[in-house]
């Protein structure tokens, strides 16, 4: 049987809270403003409960979430976040990792962090950190943090050399695996996929850590729309799957979207298939689409 993951992005889940006194003097104030010019109308709860019904009904294994779940990070859109995450399913059947809207302010995404450490910390339990790694149903996830906190309207993103060091020692670890390795992260690592401003600063080195080892897929979000591109590994080519917003109308972006990824196991061989699952407005459901055998397969070494 195939081992079935979703892969959901930028749920943005509504709706945000009212601010204290206190965050009119922040950076929050700017993000509340925006929220109610423009984005509420975008975010919608009953895409959430249509994306529920979807996942209820694909039933797949595992899910991966690549950040953005609040949008200015107050902690009752955490605590909102934190009651989602739990009517997913268990904390074992679930993979997550923060966005650039989950560090919306400095102090925010350890806090975050703090509450949303049983989806992200890594096997065997001890201190949440990054990057983490999940072994699942043969499958190994791996989990990035790129949210920062920025003072100034900016989104863009950036893993450090602590992080990036540690991804290297953890992907070394996992040398001679035949298991298929997947990393989640936010801002796409991939060049020219966000413009100036949104970008991943050090995308170049999780490049070179990414190709030297045998890594299979990275997924992430942070566009708002699907996106596919390839990175160059050790076992050829690494294919780069963006998702969607989760719980877009489509007004100002894609239409709300995930991704059904299937790895199964012939033999000594593992390929990997995908279906993009997209919310059609008319019918308020989310419909999957033709599946699609990707251009990775792992094998033995």
């Known amino acids: 049987m195939p081992y079935t993951i979703a892969h959901l992005s930028d749920v943005h889940i509504p709706p945000l809270p009212p601010l204290s006194p206190g965050d009119w003097f922040s950076k929050r104030a700017l993000g509340l403003f925006s929220w109610h010019r423009k984005w509420k109308a975008e975010h919608r709860v009953h895409i959430l409960v249509a994306l529920q019904r979807s996942l209820d009904a694909l039933a797949p294994d595992h899910i991966c979430i690549t950040g953005d779940l609040t949008f200015t990070t107050h902690p009752g859109e955490v605590a909102q976040a934190t009651r989602w995450l ?40 001890g201190q949440q950190q990054f990057p983490y ?22 989104t863009v993103g950036r893993i450090g050399s602590v992080q990036l060091e540690a991804l290297r020692s953890l992907l070394a670890g996992l040398e001679g695996s035949d298991r298929p390795c997947v990393v989640l992260i ?63 109308l489509g007004d100002r972006y894609a239409p709300a979207h995930y ?18 699952v997209r919310y059609d407005r008319a019918s308020d459901t989310f419909v999957p689409g033709e599946r699609e055998v990707l251009t990775c397969a792992t094998e033995p070494h």
């Open 86 to 125: 739990q009517s997913l399913g268990s904390t074992e059947s679930i993979s997550l990792v923060p966005g650039n809207h989950d560090a919306y302010v400095p102090g925010a995404l350890e806090q975050a962090c703090e509450a949303w450490a049983p989806w992200m910390t890594g096997d065997g339990g």
């Open 133 to 154: 790694l999940h072994r699942r149903g043969g499958v190994d996830i791996i989990g990035l943090s790129s949210g920062i906190p920025l003072r100034l309207p900016m």
């Open 186 to 248: 936010h801002h796409p690592p991939q060049e020219g996929a966000a413009r100036h401003g949104k970008e991943l600063l050090d995308r170049e080195a999780l490049r070179s850590v990414l190709g030297d080892y045998a890594v299979d897929l990275v997924l992430h979000g942070h566009l708002h729309r699907p996106v596919r591109a390839t990175l160059q590994g050790q076992r050829g080519t690494i294919e780069v799957l963006g998702a969607s917003s989760a719980s877009a």
């Open 259 to 276: 991704h059904l990824l299937e790895f199964d196991r012939d033999g000594g061989q593992t390929t990997i298939a995908l279906r993009h």
